[in-house]
T-cell receptor, first 113, second 116 residues
Framework: ELKVEQNPLFLSMQEGKNYTIYCNYS?????LYWYRQDPGKSLESLFV?????AVKQEGRLMASLDTKARLSTLHITAAVHDLSATYFC?????????????FGKGTKLSVKP | NAGVTQTPKFQVLKTGQSMTLQCAQD?????MYWYRQDPGMGLRLIYY???????DKGEVPNGYNVSRLNKREFSLRLESAAPSQTSVYFC???????????????FGNGTRLTVT
C-alpha cells in the first residue's frame, strides 16, 4: 500500500522568506503531482514530475523529484501573501490495474506581512 | 470551457436518506474519479472509472455506489447516508491513465455534504 506523507502540515511564513515543503512516499513511483487549494475552492494542478531528477519552476515555486529517496520538495522563494493556500502532493500508484493518485494530507501555508 | 461540473454545491441530508451527486466533464477525458476530503485527511479516493463502462473501488468505497453513465458523466450515490459521510466531495477527470499516460487530474468545485 502506498503512503504519502507531507511535512510540515502547517507553515506560517513571513513575506520575503524561503521555505521548503517535503513529500515522502513509501513505495516505488516515478510520477508525482503538486496541487494548490485555496480555502473553499477546488484543487488546481501546479506541477507534474515524471522522472528522477525532474525539476519544474513556476514563479516563486519550484518542485523537484528524487525517486531513489522517494522524496519530492516544493520550494518557496521570497514568499508573498498570494501564495497562502493548502498545497498537496499526490503520488501515482502504479501497483494496481491502473495508476491512481494517492494524496498527502496537505500543507497549509500562511504567508504574513 | 466549463471543465468539470458538479451538482449540487451544498446538500444537507438526514441519516438514512439517499442522494446522488452528479458530475460531468466536457474535456473528452477517459478517466473520472470521486474523492472525499475531510479535515486533516487529505483527499481519499472513493471510486474511479478508467474508461466508459468500467468502475473500480478506491480507498474508501463502503457506503457508496457509482455509475459511469457515458463518457461525460460519472455519478456517486449514497444509498443510506450516515453522519460519517459528512465531507466535501470532489469529482475529477483526466486523460487515459496508465504506463504511457500521465496527465494531472482536473477537479470540479466540490459538493459540501452534511449528514445529520
Amino acid at each position: 500500500e502506498l503512503k504519502v506523507e507531507q511535512n510540515p502540515l502547517f507553515l506560517s511564513m513571513q513575506e520575503g522568506k524561503n521555505y521548503t515543503i517535503y513529500c515522502n512516499y513509501s513505495t516505488t513511483s516515478d510520477r508525482l503531482y503538486w496541487y494548490r487549494q485555496d480555502p473553499g475552492k477546488s484543487l488546481e494542478s501546479l506541477f507534474v514530475l515524471l522522472s528522477n531528477g525532474a525539476v519544474k519552476q513556476e514563479g516563486r515555486l519550484m518542485a523537484s523529484l528524487d525517486t531513489k529517496a522517494r522524496l519530492s520538495t516544493l520550494h518557496i522563494t521570497a514568499a508573498v501573501h498570494d501564495l497562502s493556500a493548502t498545497y498537496f502532493c499526490a503520488v501515482e500508484w502504479v501497483g494496481g490495474s491502473q495508476g491512481n493518485l494517492i494524496f498527502g494530507k496537505g500543507t497549509k501555508l500562511s504567508v504574513k506581512p | 470551457n466549463a471543465g468539470v461540473t458538479q451538482t449540487p454545491k451544498f446538500q444537507v441530508l438526514k441519516t438514512g436518506q439517499s442522494m446522488t451527486l452528479q458530475c460531468a466533464q466536457d474535456m473528452n477525458h477517459n478517466s473520472m474519479y470521486w474523492y472525499r476530503q475531510d479535515p486533516g485527511m487529505g483527499l481519499r479516493l472513493i471510486y474511479y472509472s478508467a474508461s466508459e463502462g468500467t468502475t473500480d473501488k478506491g480507498e474508501v468505497p463502503n457506503g457508496y455506489n457509482v455509475s459511469r453513465l457515458n463518457k461525460r458523466e460519472f455519478s456517486l450515490r449514497l444509498e443510506s447516508a450516515a453522519p460519517s459521510q459528512t465531507s466535501v466531495y470532489f469529482c475529477a477527470s483526466s486523460e487515459k491513465r496508465g504506463r504511457d499516460f500521465n496527465s494531472p487530474l482536473h477537479f470540479g468545485n466540490g459538493t459540501r455534504l452534511t449528514v445529520t
